[in-house]
């Protein structure tokens, strides 16, 4: 799996767009960027997950530059509720994920 | 709503005492699940693949024998923690995906905190 490298720690002031990135630069033709978060206490929950081609849901939007070096996860209008820890995670599927220490994002008011 | 329903949400138990934990798919049948377990401050770490009608494969480190994963239906997996001790006081998740296409997103059920006194 290729390494993935993200800031620590975010914030965001609520209302604006919070926007995550996240480095892979020795991703490779066949894995997938998929980002999670974990809200505290909770499981994680799936954000969004794309190949090469930016995807948009209706939780967040993912820009996968055109090298796939490097992505950035978009939540457009963050809301207190959006305070978590975010995971982006490089894999060609999703058996056996392995998580990182991802970005604890926290939304001020 | 929730596609993956862990229960319990919280346990106690004494060490020494077996606790088990279930892992139910909703709606829709797995064929295999994974168990997480995360310390406070830390990441999730994945312990086992849970495989339907077959012995579930675990991740280096993590002791078989103790930690009893049962896989007997395709909506239901199970985690025993056997001879609890402190140090197994932790956060274990489970989760799936949709079955049929690897690259669809895994759900993950809301944990179980277990506290061994």
């Known amino acids: 799996d290729a390494k993935t490298t993200q800031p620590p720690s975010m914030d965001c002031a609520e209302g604006r767009a919070a926007n995550l990135p996240c480095n892979h630069s020795?991703?490779?033709?066949?894995?997938?960027v998929y980002w999670y978060r974990q809200i505290h206490s909770q499981g994680p929950q799936y954000i969004i997950h794309g190949l090469k081609n930016n995807e948009t849901n209706e939780m967040a939007s993912l820009i996968i530059t055109e090298d796939r070096k490097s992505s950035t996860l978009i939540l457009p209008h963050a809301t207190l509720r959006d305070t978590a820890v975010y995971y982006c995670?490089?894999?060609?599927?999703?058996?056996?994920?392995?998580f990182g220490t991802g970005t604890r994002l926290t939304i001020i008011p | 709503g929730a596609v993956v329903s862990q229960h319990p949400s919280r346990v106690i138990c004494k060490s020494g005492t077996s606790v088990k934990i279930e892992c139910r798919s909703l709606d829709f049948q797995a064929t295999t699940m994974f168990w997480y377990r995360q310390f406070p401050k830390q990441s999730l770490m994945l312990m086992a693949t849970s495989n339907e009608g077959s012995k579930a494969t675990y991740e280096q480190g993590v002791e078989k024998d103790k930690f009893l994963i049962n896989h007997a239906s395709l909506t239901l997996s199970t985690l025993t923690v056997t001879s609890a001790h402190p140090e197994d006081s932790s956060f274990y998740i489970c989760?799936?995906?949709?079955?049929?296409?690897?690259?669809?997103?895994?759900?993950f059920g809301n944990g179980t905190r277990l506290t061994v006194t």
């Open positions: 989760s799936a995906r949709f079955p049929g296409v690897v690259t669809s997103p895994l759900h």
């Open positions: 995670i490089v894999r060609v599927n999703n058996e056996k994920l392995t």
């Open positions: 020795t991703i490779s033709g066949n894995e997938y």
